[in-house]
């Protein structure tokens, strides 16, 4: 990957691996479910090659990274506590931040917590959601969309883990990934991710057989258990976050979504990014970008227009 450097770090009592390129100003890129580091080879590319330091871990349970066994141990606190074990490495005070999905999420309580460490952020996918106090999210969750919504069905350890196993980690790689079904994504019982062995799946033009060869080869090796337990953790994060109930989030971001993301095309979820409540929760919240005909993976999917975004924000400041 064209001088992409990797190494090992030592962070809040795991083992984590990093990928990263460049000399300048950090730009830290958290990657979400089911991916790796690897899914930011086109930003640390490009960006590395405008004056900055790319820096793209495996999260805690990914890649190379340790994967603790403990559900308790995927926690907002012990991510963000790795994030910034990770920036202290690189002897910063403050990185440019740029996060999707679940590193979105973990993007934001970095944000939350630890606001002095981040200069800016670029958050694709996923906005801000603040803590609702009056109930439990999966409990939530399950209210407004049923048992079969994905973070209600990736609840129990084992058994979606059984479900990838009997389909294979390439094949429902394969089907998250080319997914371009509007949310809120949901899981029938008898078959979660809707395989069909007599039906191929076809790649999107934009992710190649030797991209879904890497994510597998990973996945195999490491299992999605640690992946997985970010949900697992859902509710624990909610009762760990108490003490940030109605807090701002009170750092400079721009965030981008594709139209056909299904997130953004969750219930209730447009009309809180340009209602103006997002704006409320995140004052600083400099520009909204919707990509139109674009799916969830948006930083691959339009990796050249992404990389000008960041650019484009993050220069300024």
Known sequence: MEGIRHKMVNVNGISMHVAEKGEGPVILFLHGFPELWYTWRHQILALSSLGYHAVAPDLRGYGDTEAPTAITSYSCMHIVGDLVALIDSLGVE????????WGAIIGWYLCLFRPDRVKAFVCLSVPFMPRKPQMKPVESMRLFFGDDYYICRFQEPGKIEAEIARYGASNVLKKIISSRKPGPPCMPKDNAFGIKPDTPITLPSWFSEENLSYYANK???????????YYRAFDLNWEQTAPWTNTQVKVPVKFIVGDLDSVYTTPGMKEYVNGGDFKRDAPMLDEVVIMEGVGHFINQERADEINSHIHDFIKSF
């Open 94 to 101: 403050q990185v440019f931040l740029v996060a999707h999905d």
């Open 219 to 229: 996945f195999n090796k490491k299992g999605f258990t640690g992946a997985l337990n």
